[in-house]
T-cell receptor, first 123, second 109 residues
Framework: QVHLMQSGAELKKPGASVKVSCKASGYIFSDYYIHWVRQAPGQGLEWVGWINPRSGGTKFAQKFQGRVNMTRDTSITTVYMELRGLTSEDTAVYYCTRDVVNVVVEPATFAHWGQGTLVAASS | EIVLTQSPATLSLSPGERATLSCRVSPSVNSYVAWFQQKPGQAPRLLIYDASSRATGIPARFSGVGSGAEFTLTISSLEPEDFAVYYC????????????FGQGTKLQI
C-alpha cells in the first residue's frame, strides 16, 4: 500500500532554512506528483507546491516563490522540501501528499498523506 | 483569486442523522472539487475528488455532488467516527496558480 514517511520535527531560528524529507513506498515513485501542504496550529490547510518525480519539474504557490525548493532522489524514492528565511509564520505541520493522478496529466488533488512534520521557527 | 466558502462553520448532529455540507466557489472555475476529512492530530483524508468520485476505501455513505459554483458533501447516516472537520478544495489555473482550501466545517455531536 502507498506509504509516505516524513522526517522528524525541526526547531529553527528565524531566518534559518529547513529541509524536510518524504520517503515514498508502495507504488511506482516516478508515476505520481508529490505535493507539500502545510497547516499552522489551529488553522486550515495551505498548499505550498508540487514536484513531478519523473522530470523533477516543480510548481510553487506564489507566496512561497523564491523561498522554497523541492527536489527528489529517485534512487531512494525520496522527495525534499526546503524552505528558507523562516519566520514565526512558517511554524506549521508540513505534509507531503501523493496526487491521485499520474504525471502524464495535470495534477489534481491529494490522495495519500504523510504523517506530517512539525517545523517551528522561534528564537 | 478563487475563494472557497464553506457552510455552515459548525454543524451539530447526532449519529444516524444526515449531514449536508456546502462549498461555494467564487469565481467558478471548474468542477474539480475535492473533499477531505481531518480528525485531531491526524493528516487529512481524501473522501471525494472530481466533485463526485469516492476515493479508494471511502464508505458509500459519503457522496458528493455539484458543478460550477456550488458543491455539496453528504453523509447519509452519521457514524460516531464521522465527527471531524471537513475541507473542500479546488485547483485554480488562473493567476495565481494555486490549490485552494475552504476554511472548514466542524461536524460535532
Amino acid at each position: 500500500q502507498v506509504h509516505l514517511m516524513q522526517s522528524g520535527a525541526e526547531l529553527k531560528k528565524p531566518g534559518a532554512s529547513v529541509k524536510v524529507s518524504c520517503k515514498a513506498s508502495g507504488y511506482i515513485f516516478s508515476d505520481y506528483y508529490i505535493h507539500w501542504v502545510r497547516q499552522a496550529p489551529g488553522q486550515g490547510l495551505e498548499w505550498v507546491g508540487w514536484i513531478n518525480p519523473r522530470s523533477g519539474g516543480t510548481k510553487f504557490a506564489q507566496k512561497f516563490q523564491g523561498r522554497v525548493n523541492m527536489t527528489r532522489d529517485t534512487s531512494i524514492t525520496t522527495v525534499y522540501m526546503e524552505l528558507r528565511g523562516l519566520t514565526s509564520e512558517d511554524t506549521a505541520v508540513y505534509y507531503c501528499t501523493r496526487d491521485v493522478v499520474n504525471v502524464v496529466v495535470e495534477p489534481a488533488t491529494f490522495a495519500h498523506w504523510g504523517q506530517g512534520t512539525l517545523v517551528a521557527a522561534s528564537s | 483569486e478563487i475563494v472557497l466558502t464553506q457552510s455552515p462553520a459548525t454543524l451539530s448532529l447526532s449519529p444516524g442523522e444526515r449531514a449536508t455540507l456546502s462549498c461555494r466557489v467564487s469565481p467558478s472555475v471548474n468542477s474539480y472539487v475535492a473533499w477531505f476529512q481531518q480528525k485531531p492530530g491526524q493528516a487529512p483524508r481524501l473522501l471525494i475528488y472530481d466533485a463526485s468520485s469516492r476515493a479508494t476505501g471511502i464508505p458509500a455513505r459519503f457522496s458528493g455532488v455539484g458543478s460550477g459554483a456550488e458543491f455539496t458533501l453528504t453523509i447519509s447516516s452519521l457514524e460516531p467516527e464521522d465527527f471531524a472537520v471537513y475541507y473542500c478544495q479546488q485547483r485554480s489555473n488562473w493567476p495565481p496558480y494555486n490549490y485552494i482550501f475552504g476554511q472548514g466545517t466542524k461536524l460535532q455531536i
